[in-house]
């Protein structure tokens, strides 16, 4: 035991402790364990929100992805304000529907507003789908940061196993409360970790951020603008498109919609969150510092770089500090995530197993569901061998597919009906699942193409085929109500 | 409706400015280019944000007084 493993378990115990005074005397209904109560102000909305920027996709992933890929990470600074830009508008309407309707998931949102259950059954599978790569790469990060802050005294293995099961009886014991009732420390700490090693490491390796660049450029020269194939212009452009459309598409980013106070508080959040999202500068800057330091890995090994860089340059405090920032940044998005699928696998999917299911059984039965979908990302975590974001871009893929058919639905009359909705985000996530399984791009499909088309990321093809599908559909089912009649009350 | 249009701009200078950018020199404040400017429009996000907020009168209603 040194003392960074120390300072890691401490964390842990710490985190689970805090939730379990987070939860007390809350009373336990459904509504209340999955979406506060919908009482959250300003603050706690956007910690749970923006805890998206600060998981460890932001910590291992983004600096991973700097280190392996060069410019091509650029885009992980991007999404973020974008999103928070089509947010303005978009959360609002959302939030007023929701309420209104005293909806939990977002697969009742969309079920009530096409007031189609078989659409909200689909919306539920897609989410649980695309969560399931999200989770994985929280436990693995989990794994990494364990096994290298014990200087590997500990297996990764083991800390993907021990972090799944806290994360899963973090949620059990809490609900919401708990993943809330930490997100400020654990936003303060990974901000004055990525930010201190965003400026000490450029300025320790290279004497500062401008020389650091200067040094790349020479040692990689290329790496640092994009590509004219492959990762392009045209690969940046669609991954930041799509990504930023999908935010907000997560079923655990749109629970915590319903969370918030009041329609204000989702207006001002929209306008600080792209500066939030700058601290993203700092973990890229951690991965270029760790190419000049600590070159060679390849694969996905990438994700280690943070620490490798850590390790050869900070002493064992320092890097035991670094992985207990690194554990609650696994720990409360990962909470949420499993929170989101648990709360809708009971919700949407148990009732139709099991009849008309009472709200005390339903509060159950997510409970239940939480160490399943906690085993079963384990399972994946323990297989897989993408990197991170590899992972979270096939997540997005996939999630994005949803955003057409919300975007419609809140226009004043409707554009598709409900079998629409449906065929397209089948047919999108159809040529996502395919193309991720056969390991191929648009390049493989139609070489004939224009360069630059050949580059585009394959969710944004698949979000092409998803909404000229829709159309189609909801114009042969035809019946395209009168003006007004979008507006579909709740069963 | 003259607000939505508003938000369009950092869309487009990102999107359709980094096919402009796209070459490592000049360094600005000792970042790429590229890298340069995808800051740039993130803090344009905020400011473009901020004045729409400002602008909506949907935030000068009652609701908090804060």
């Known amino acids: 035991m040194n003392i960074a493993t120390i300072l890691i378990a401490v964390t842990m115990i710490g985190a689970l402790a805090m939730a379990l005074r987070g939860s007390r005397g809350r009373a336990s209904g459904l509504e209340s364990w999955s979406v506060g109560g919908r009482s959250f102000g300003s603050v706690l909305v956007f910690l749970l929100m923006a805890g998206e920027i600060y998981t460890t996709f932001t910590f291992l992933g983004a600096s991973g992805y700097a280190y392996g890929k060069g410019a091509a990470s650029y885009y992980i600074l991007c999404y973020f304000p974008l999103a928070y830009v089509v947010s303005y508008w978009l959360l609002p309407a959302v939030w007023r529907f929701a309420r209104a309707n005293a909806l939990v998931s977002q697969a009742s949102f969309f079920a009530a507003k096409y007031d189609s259950r078989a659409l909200g059954l689909l919306v539920t599978c897609v989410g649980i789908i695309a969560l399931v790569p999200y989770l994985v790469l929280q436990l693995k990060g989990l794994g990494i940061i364990v096994s290298t802050s014990s200087y590997g005294v500990l297996s990764p293995t083991f800390g993907m196993i021990v972090g799944a099961s806290v994360i899963a009886l973090f949620v059990a014991v809490s609900g919401v409360h708990g993943p809330a009732s930490i997100a400020l420390i654990k936003d303060v700490m990974i901000l004055l970790v990525v930010a201190f090693l965003g400026l000490y490491l450029p300025y320790r390796i290279a004497g500062g951020i401008g020389p650091m660049f200067a040094a790349l450029d020479k040692a990689h020269p290329h790496s640092l603008a994009f590509a004219a194939r492959g990762q392009s212009v045209a690969w940046f452009d669609s991954t930041v498109a799509l990504t930023a459309c999908g935010f907000f598409m997560w079923p655990h980013s749109f629970a915590s919609i319903y969370t918030a106070r009041d329609e204000k508080t989702l207006r001002r959040n929209a306008v600080v969150a792209p500066l939030y999202g700058l601290l993203l500068l700092f973990a890229l800057f951690v991965g270029f510092a760790a190419l000049l330091r600590v070159p060679g890995l390849t694969g996905k090994d990438i994700d280690l770089a943070l620490f490798k860089v850590a390790l050869a340059e900070l002493p064992p405090v320092v890097v035991g500090l670094i992985g207990a920032a690194g554990v609650l940044t696994a720990l409360v998005p990962g909470a949420m995530m499993l929170m989101a699928a648990s709360t809708t696998l009971a919700r949407d999917i148990y009732p139709l197993a099991r009849g008309a299911a009472s709200d005390r059984e339903v509060a159950i039965a997510a409970k239940a569901f939480v160490p399943v979908v906690a085993a079963v990302a384990l399972y994946f975590a323990l297989t897989g061998g993408d990197t991170i974001v590899a992972l979270l871009l096939m997540g997005y893929a996939l999630v994005t597919q949803l955003f057409p058919a919300l975007m419609v639905s809140l226009a004043p009359r409707r554009v598709f009906t409900a079998s629409g909705a449906f065929a397209g985000i089948c047919v999108g996530v159809a040529i996502v699942m395919v193309t991720t399984i056969t390991k191929t791009g648009v390049a493989t499909v139609a070489p004939g193409l224009p360069g630059w088309m050949l580059d585009l990321n394959i969710g944004v093809v698949a979000l092409g085929a998803n909404v000229l599908t829709a159309l189609a559909v909801s114009l042969a089912t035809g019946v395209v109500p009168a003006r007004g009649a979008a507006r579909v009350p709740a069963q | ?66």
């Open chain 2, 1 to 66: 409706m003259s607000l939505k249009w508003l938000g369009l701009l950092p869309w487009l200078a990102l999107l359709a400015g980094m096919p402009f950018v796209n070459r490592v020199e000049p360094f600005v404040f000792g970042l790429p280019l590229p890298l340069a400017w995808a800051t740039g429009c993130t803090i344009l996000s905020a400011a473009t944000l901020l004045v729409i907020y400002r602008l909506d009168p949907a935030n000068r209603a009652r609701q908090d007084p804060a």
